[in-house]
């Protein structure tokens, strides 16, 4: 009687709201329609009669629909109706629930195309519309089909792909909405390859779904539709979730991948050609994209940066899994930081074909200062001679860091504002002297050192307190002399702290622990730097002047 009651009292309401033209009526009327059934509940499972009524309902908000376009009513049954549908969908495992499931998915879809029968027209909510309904449609009715049959899962996702795919033709043939047409295509594209996702492993969905994200890609640049670029905003977060299932692979697995031919690796692999494809194809997209009528800010920066952190992970987990048998914690972390120089490099190489953002580029090297800052930490290259299993061969491999350094680096000197910008030399030339100061430590080290390494601490305070002042006073001098020259004033700034650390670090740490021959030797080769320094100054006084007084004019004259 309840129940019968507030049906009545709905229908009246939206008769009402039909007769006065009062949307705000008839929302209220149709969300008092969907509660209904929650208000007079007694707990009693009733599937047929609950399922029935909302599509009685639904069938008035299609009519409303139709009479006076009231979009927001739609979704606002369609919101209703797929919660019910949820909490229902594993209570009543009958065929019964094809059919309610069916006829939603109808009403609804009609709904979504009623302006387009009506005017030829197509908005983006009746896009929206037509795609929730679609994909959630086929997850409750393969839901349905999975509790009764149990196998063939992709199969309800094949059927309405193929849907979807004829609905494109149609449209393709009949008429020339570009919206509907590509949106009913991006769905079939969508639910075929849910379909093999849902047939084969998660190695076969990365794969899938990377090649699927090249593909709207490459049909948004040819049609120039953005539909296809908001389907790839939206399927990219499934691409991340699927490719970590696969690398979770590594962990799982029973038995031990071969070196690069197995399938994990092979869909990284795969996911990293597809990754710089899509960065190729992203070089158009504009620093604020639009989803769905929301804006997406620095939205090119965070899409390449995300396909570039795909592409870096993939190799990295295969790396890591082939050689953490055989390594220590230090020198597994050692070869990371070697190979992601290596990306790095190989990255800032394809900057121009790829058309990477300066900020991009700007994260990519102070990436890179990262990376040797710590290399020679953690790799401890002069105890190598007593470890076990390690060789000169390892040294040689560690070594190998500077060919991707010493193109980085010459990458930051050639750039075009590289003259101008003084925090850009000294931060590079801070990174030169470091490299160069730690293999000058490795080096003396390797070769100084015996075979027990007993003689480590002598060793390592030769080097502290005699030849690392002697390569910085080497370092700082060319940096002033080049700096003054080359009108780099970055340069000079650096030489002079290099000067200064000398100085600072003779007086307050290495004279208290030399004997009296060192540090004879130390003060007169910190009066021979000091003189060095006043004769260069000499030499180059008014260069200098010109330098920090008149940049401008000086460039105006050498031109």
Same mark, same amino acid.
């Given at each position: 009687?309840?129940?019968?009651?507030?049906?009545?009292?709905?229908?009246?309401?939206?008769?009402?709201?039909?007769?006065?033209?009062?949307?705000?009526?008839?929302?209220?009327?149709?969300?008092?329609?969907?509660?209904?059934?929650?208000?007079?509940?007694?707990?009693?499972?009733?599937?047929?009669?609950?399922?029935?009524?909302?599509t009685i309902l639904n069938l008035s908000m299609l009519y409303m629909a139709w009479r006076k376009n009231w979009q927001i009513i739609s979704f606002i049954a369609f919101a209703f109706t797929f919660i019910y549908s949820i909490a229902w969908i594993d209570d009543?495992?009958?065929?019964?629930?094809?059919l309610f499931f069916g006829l939603l998915y109808i009403i609804f879809t009609v709904t979504s195309l009623l302006n387009y029968f009506k005017k030829g027209e197509f908005s983006v909510w009746n896009c929206l519309l037509l795609i929730f309904n679609t994909i959630?449609?086929?997850?409750?009715?393969?839901?349905?089909?999975?509790?009764?049959?149990?196998?063939?899962?992709?199969?309800?996702?094949?059927?309405?792909?193929?849907?979807?795919?004829?609905?494109?033709?149609?449209?393709?043939?009949?008429?020339?909405?570009?919206?509907?047409?590509?949106?009913?295509?991006?769905?079939?594209?969508?639910?075929?390859?849910?379909?093999?996702?849902?047939?084969?492993?998660?190695?076969?969905?990365?794969?899938?779904?990377?090649? *699927?994200?090249?593909?709207?890609?490459?049909?948004?640049?040819?049609?120039?539709?953005?539909?296809?670029?908001?389907?790839?905003?939206?399927?990219?977060?499934?691409?991340?979730?699927?490719?970590?299932?696969?690398?979770?692979?590594?962990?799982?697995?029973?038995?031990?991948?071969?070196?690069?031919?197995?399938?994990?690796?092979?869909?990284?692999f795969i996911a990293l050609v597809c990754s710089i494809a899509n960065i190729y194809l992203m070089k158009d997209f504009e620093t604020e994209e639009q989803f769905l009528g929301f804006k997406l800010n620095h939205s090119k920066f965070i899409f390449i940066s995300?396909?570039?952190?795909?592409?870096?992970?993939?190799?990295?987990?295969?790396?890591?899994?082939?050689?953490?048998?055989?390594?220590?914690?230090?020198?597994?972390?050692?070869?990371?930081?070697?190979?992601?120089?290596?990306?790095?490099? =190989?990255?800032?190489?394809?900057?121009?074909?790829?058309?990477?953002?300066?900020?991009?580029?700007?994260?990519?090297?102070?990436?890179?200062?990262?990376?040797?800052?710590?290399?020679?930490?953690?790799?401890?290259?002069?105890?190598?001679?007593?470890?076990?299993?390690?060789?000169?061969?390892?040294?040689?491999?560690?070594?190998?860091?500077?060919?991707?350094?010493?193109?980085?680096?010459?990458?930051?000197?050639?750039?075009?504002?590289?003259?101008?910008?003084?925090?850009?030399?000294?931060?590079?030339?801070?990174?030169?002297?470091?490299?160069?100061?730690?293999?000058?430590?490795?080096?003396?080290?390797?070769?100084?050192?015996?075979?027990?390494?007993?003689?480590?601490?002598?060793?390592?305070?030769? =080097?502290?307190?005699?030849?690392?002042?002697?390569?910085?006073?080497?370092?700082?001098?060319?940096?002033?002399?080049?700096?003054?020259?080359?009108?780099?004033?970055?340069?000079?700034?650096?030489?002079?702290?290099?000067?200064?650390?000398?100085?600072?670090?003779?007086?307050?740490?290495?004279?208290? *622990?030399?004997?009296?021959?060192?540090?004879?030797?130390?003060?007169?080769?910190?009066?021979?730097?000091?003189?060095?320094?006043?004769?260069?100054?000499?030499?180059?006084?008014?260069?200098?002047?010109?330098?920090?007084?008149?940049?401008? *004019?000086?460039?105006?004259? *050498?031109?």
């Amino acid at each position: 009687t309840t129940f019968g009651l507030l049906t009545i009292v709905t229908i009246f309401s939206i008769v009402m709201a039909m007769l006065y033209n009062r949307q705000v009526l008839a929302i209220f009327s149709i969300i008092g329609g969907f509660t209904a059934p929650l208000m007079i509940s007694t707990g009693e499972s009733n599937f047929v009669f609950l399922f029935g009524y909302l599509t009685i309902l639904n069938l008035s908000m299609l009519y409303m629909a139709w009479r006076k376009n009231w979009q927001i009513i739609s979704f606002i049954a369609f919101a209703f109706t797929f919660i019910y549908s949820i909490a229902w969908i594993d209570d009543s495992k009958t065929s019964t629930q094809y059919l309610f499931f069916g006829l939603l998915y109808i009403i609804f879809t009609v709904t979504s195309l009623l302006n387009y029968f009506k005017k030829g027209e197509f908005s983006v909510w009746n896009c929206l519309l037509l795609i929730f309904n679609t994909i959630l449609s086929t997850v409750l009715i393969s839901s349905v089909y999975y509790f009764i049959v149990g196998n063939n899962n992709g199969l309800i996702a094949f059927l309405f792909g193929l849907i979807n795919a004829f609905g494109a033709f149609y449209i393709y043939k009949t008429s020339k909405n570009n919206l509907l047409q590509n949106t009913l295509i991006g769905l079939s594209i969508a639910l075929i390859t849910t379909t093999i996702a849902l047939q084969f492993k998660a190695n076969v969905v990365s794969i899938c779904f990377a090649i *699927e994200s090249t593909l709207l890609l490459f049909l948004w640049k040819k049609s120039k539709e953005n539909i296809f670029k908001v389907f790839f905003i939206a399927m990219f977060p499934f691409l991340l979730i699927a490719l970590c299932v696969n690398w979770f692979d590594y962990i799982d697995t029973e038995k031990h991948l071969v070196v690069i031919f197995n399938h994990v690796f092979i869909t990284s692999f795969i996911a990293l050609v597809c990754s710089i494809a899509n960065i190729y194809l992203m070089k158009d997209f504009e620093t604020e994209e639009q989803f769905l009528g929301f804006k997406l800010n620095h939205s090119k920066f965070i899409f390449i940066s995300t396909s570039l952190l795909l592409m870096y992970t993939g190799i990295l987990f295969e790396l890591i899994y082939q050689i953490e048998p055989y390594f220590n914690f230090m020198m597994i972390v050692s070869y990371v930081l070697i190979y992601t120089l290596f990306f790095i490099a =190989f990255v800032l190489a394809l900057r121009e074909k790829l058309n990477l953002g300066n900020a991009l580029q700007l994260v990519l090297q102070i990436s890179t200062a990262f990376c040797i800052l710590f290399l020679p930490m953690f790799a401890e290259i002069p105890l190598l001679p007593s470890k076990i299993n390690y060789n000169i061969g390892s040294y040689f491999l560690y070594l190998s860091y500077l060919i991707p350094t010493a193109y980085i680096i010459y990458l930051v000197v050639k750039s075009s504002d590289f003259q101008s910008s003084k925090a850009k030399q000294i931060i590079s030339m801070f990174v030169l002297v470091y490299v160069i100061s730690f293999e000058k430590y490795n080096g003396f080290m390797l070769i100084t050192l015996d075979e027990s390494s007993s003689n480590f601490s002598h060793q390592a305070d030769i =080097f502290r307190m005699i030849l690392l002042p002697i390569i910085w006073a080497v370092l700082g001098f060319v940096l002033i002399y080049f700096g003054l020259r080359k009108q780099l004033k970055g340069f000079p700034i650096v030489g002079i702290i290099l000067f200064g650390l000398i100085i600072l670090k003779l007086y307050f740490v290495d004279v208290w *622990e030399m004997s009296n021959i060192f540090r004879i030797i130390s003060f007169i080769v910190l009066g021979i730097l000091i003189l060095l320094t006043s004769f260069m100054y000499q030499k180059l006084k008014n260069l200098m002047v010109n330098l920090m007084e008149k940049p401008s *004019e000086n460039k105006e004259a *050498e031109q």
